[in-house]
């Protein structure tokens, strides 16, 4: 039968370039959020996290940006090489959970060479 | 670098029969999870377990499911009588004993019910 899927947002970058990943998330009272790189046939591997108290955190080429006003979330990469070539999730914790991760649709990241 | 690892990487059941999923999460963590995510889909959490019993579960963790941690390093997930919709990727996670850490995936077992 026909399978369905999620229709995933498909970013394309040059090589070299620096690249932003959005996400919106659901929930207000999130308080944790953590950013997923998933190649194929792999799980899921962990990037970068920001609590809630914070607005912006950097990593090794990688920064997060936490906008609470607006529920939004963004990752940048900078300088994108191939091996950054995978799907990108955002996922949010919800305040007291005691780790329930609720994943975002992911981004398609293709870098052109 | 100390990972998560999930046995086996495909299962192929026959409908109605039942499965076990195994895990062994990074040796010093002390929260365990599963997630599924169906093909094309979002990853789904199913349930989390900590001090040897469930702290957490979604909608999806119903009675066909149990999760086990039979020694000091396995984390098991059973599915009983499992249906077509079964079908999917199943994810193990684990984090560190703090609130508020990541969470470190297996590269998962694909579960295919024919």
């Known amino acids: 039968g026909e399978s369905v899927g999620l229709h995933l947002p498909t970013l394309s970058v040059q090589e070299g370039d620096n690249s932003i990943i959005n996400c919106a998330y659901s929930n207000s009272a999130s308080d944790y959020f953590i950013w997923y790189k998933q190649e194929s046939g792999k799980g899921p591997q962990f990037i970068i996290d920001i609590r809630s108290n914070m607005d912006k955190r950097q990593g090794q080429r990688v920064t997060v940006l936490l906008n609470k006003t607006v529920k939004h979330l963004s990752l940048q990469i900078a300088a994108t090489q191939p091996g950054d070539s995978a799907v990108y999730f955002c996922?949010?914790?919800?305040?007291?959970?005691?780790?329930?991760?609720?994943f975002g649709k992911g981004t398609k990241l293709s870098v052109k060479p | 670098e100390p990972e998560v690892t999930q046995t086996p990487s495909h299962q192929v059941t026959q409908m109605g029969q039942e499965v076990i999923l195994r895990c062994v999460p990074i040796s010093n963590h002390l929260y365990f999870y599963w997630y599924r995510q169906i093909l094309g889909q979002k990853v789904e959490f199913l349930v989390s377990f900590y001090n040897n019993e469930i702290s957490e579960k979604s909608e999806i963790f119903d009675d066909q499911f149990s999760v086990e941690r039979p020694d000091g390093s396995n984390f098991t997930l059973k599915i009983r009588s499992t249906k077509l919709e079964d079908s999917a990727m199943y994810f193990c996670?684990?984090?560190?004993?703090?609130?508020?850490?990541?969470?470190?995936f297996g590269d998962g077992t694909r579960l295919s019910i024919l």
């Open positions: 996670a684990s984090s560190g004993g703090q609130r508020n850490q990541p969470q470190h």
């Open positions: 996922a949010e914790k919800g305040w007291g959970s005691q780790g329930n991760l609720i």
